[in-house]
């Protein structure tokens, strides 16, 4: 691998949220374009609160080939752009932007990532799978999107507070009736033991507060059962220990941390990047990954 090179030619992507030091995007976007030989900089901006339109008419003026937008603007960037893909549309949210012919267009990468992390780690996509999602914010609507376009054959959703359940599974049923419901606390454990797909998309668990698990101890994982998160950090979240004691297959949220960032450079640069460079990829991630 040739390390990226500034020179006269080097292209800039960046990162806009609040806060981002903590984001390995950088990490992984550097590697990307290292691997792929593309003279291309990825940097992080933390970008006050009133100043995300200001940001945008700056990185236009400058013609970056694009951006990523992290928490809290996922939402809020789509009106200051001129077109969003259709899946974009759909879970209401943009992580990744292309500047194409001076026109910003927004995507939405997670919900592939998700898709890539699954079949990469389990072999297989979601065909048939019983669904259970627990969490209801931006990160649970993507997931629940991504299982119910690649043909799951139900989701149930689980949130700390009702309300914001009640109005995912709402959102959710304008396209996909029939399909989604809302699991209540009363009957969490009955569809724990029915579902053969557990996704936590909580931050319950995460480097913050590991104790934590967005559910009680007494879950009957099994056997069979597919457990995943999208915590990366720690490796395995004390859930994630519980379902792999009881027999469960589990992944972590590493997987669709590299995916995500592969897709959206796949945008960026109108090139597909072939399995053997995502391995490289990925070896050399783990290889600066300090958990
Ligand atoms: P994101 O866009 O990353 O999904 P979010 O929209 O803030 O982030 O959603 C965070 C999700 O994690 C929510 O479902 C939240 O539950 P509430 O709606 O009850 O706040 C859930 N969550 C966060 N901390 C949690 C905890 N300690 N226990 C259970 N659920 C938690």
Redesign the pocket.
């Known amino acids: 691998m040739s390390r990226n090179k500034i020179d006269g030619g080097t292209g800039l992507i960046c990162l806009l949220g609040n806060p981002v030091t903590k984001s390995f995007s950088p990490q992984i976007q550097n590697i990307i374009s290292s691997v792929m030989n593309v003279n291309l900089i990825y940097l992080n901006f933390e970008i006050e609160h009133n100043q995300l339109s200001k940001a945008i008419e700056g990185l236009r003026a400058l013609k970056v080939k694009g951006f990523n937008v992290t928490?809290p603007y996922?939402e809020k960037i789509i009106e200051l752009l001129d077109e969003i893909s259709p899946e974009a549309k759909e879970i209401g949210?943009v992580n990744t932007v292309k500047m194409e012919d001076g026109k910003l267009i927004g995507y939405n990468t997670d919900w592939l990532g998700y898709y890539e992390a699954k079949l990469t780690c389990t072999g297989k996509g979601f065909e048939g799978d019983s669904v259970l999602i627990?969490?209801?914010?931006?990160?649970?609507?993507a997931i629940a999107i991504c299982c119910l376009k690649n043909n799951c054959a139900n989701i149930m959703i689980y949130?700390?507070?009702i309300e914001?359940?009640e109005e995912l599974v709402n959102n959710l049923m304008k396209n996909y009736s029939g399909r989604v419901n809302f699991c209540s606390i009363d009957i969490l454990n009955h569809v724990i033991s029915h579902s053969t797909l557990i996704i936590n998309?909580?931050?319950?668990g995460n480097y913050s507060?590991v104790n934590?698990?967005?559910?009680g101890e007494e879950v009957p994982f099994k056997k069979g059962q597919i457990f995943s998160e999208?915590i990366y950090n720690p490796s395995e979240t004390k859930l994630m220990k519980l379902a792999q004691s009881k027999g469960a297959f589990c992944f972590n949220g590493f997987e669709m941390l590299l995916q995500q960032a592969i897709k959206s450079w796949e945008i960026w640069c109108n090139k597909k990047i072939e399995l053997d460079k995502i391995e490289e990829i990925r070896s050399l991630i783990k290889e600066t990954w300090t958990f």
Do not use: E, H
Request: glycine fraction near 12%; proline fraction near 4%; charge should be positive.
């Open positions: 928490i996922k949210a627990l969490g209801a914010g931006g990160a649970a609507k949130n700390r507070t914001k359940a998309t909580t931050s319950a507060n934590l698990m967005p559910i999208i």
